[in-house]
């Protein structure tokens, strides 16, 4: 059962363009969301977070959006860069109880010149 | 500050063979977790040790064990290997249990080819 899901598996994005990543999660009891990144042949690399009681969180190019109501996230990346060319992953965990992240299952990026 | 390190990086092994793989974590970092990535199921959670204790464990059959060492440093052993073992396994350490503001960094992995 996949309680987290990126069902766009790839996107292509031209530089200087808005990339938009989306993920959608079934629990309910997630509690706090993270972004990480992965190039080939290295382990994936922190991005961004957001907890469930905000609605926003930006970091420079950055920015992931909460729905709670709609169980969806989305990270924007404004502008993309060549070097943004990765494979994103979505993940979403529960504080206090099974602190563990479930990730989804990642979505390929790849920014055009 | 060295980052997390894991070996050996790439392995192959026969069907019905053991491994054990090992994760040095950051140093002070006390959580360590592993997953393994397989394609199209992205990244899946094995185990969480933190201060020597299994504190989660993931949906995988008792084939894959682990434990923790009082440096932190971390090991998983796989018995009785499957083809569909073949996967990067990732280890990820983390100050304190990976959730809060405890960002989880990770290492390269290593890459499991099992024949």
């Known amino acids: 059962d996949q309680q987290v899901k990126q069902n766009s598996p790839s996107l292509s994005v031209q530089e200087g363009r808005i990339s938009i990543l989306n993920c959608d999660y079934t629990?309910?009891?997630?509690?706090?969301f993270l972004w990480y990144k992965k190039y080939p042949a290295e382990g994936p690399t922190f991005l961004i977070s957001i907890s469930s009681i905000k609605d926003k969180n930006e970091d420079g190019r950055f920015t992931v959006f909460l729905n709670k109501s709609a169980k969806h996230l989305s990270l924007h990346i404004v502008p993309s860069q060549p070097g943004d060319s990765a494979v994103y992953f979505c993940?979403?965990?529960?504080?206090?109880?099974?602190?563990?992240?479930?990730f989804g299952t990642g979505t390929r990026l790849q920014v055009t010149l | 500050k060295a980052g997390v390190t894991q070996t050996p990086r790439y392995l192959i092994k026969t069907r019905g063979q053991q491994v054990t793989l090992s994760c040095s974590p950051i140093s002070g970092h006390r959580s360590v977790s592993w997953y393994q990535q397989t394609p199209g199921q992205g990244l899946q959670f094995l185990f969480e040790y933190f201060s020597e204790t299994q504190r989660n464990k993931g949906n995988f059959p008792g084939r894959f064990s682990g434990r923790q060492f009082s440096n932190s440093r971390s090991e998983m052993n796989v018995s009785t290997l499957e083809l569909g073992d073949s996967a990067l396994y990732l280890c990820a350490s983390s100050l304190g249990p990976t959730g809060g503001n405890t960002e989880a960094f990770f290492g390269q992995g290593t890459r499991l080819t099992v024949v």
């Open positions: 629990n309910s009891m997630f509690d706090y």
């Open positions: 993940a979403a965990y529960l504080t206090g109880t099974a602190s563990k992240l479930t």
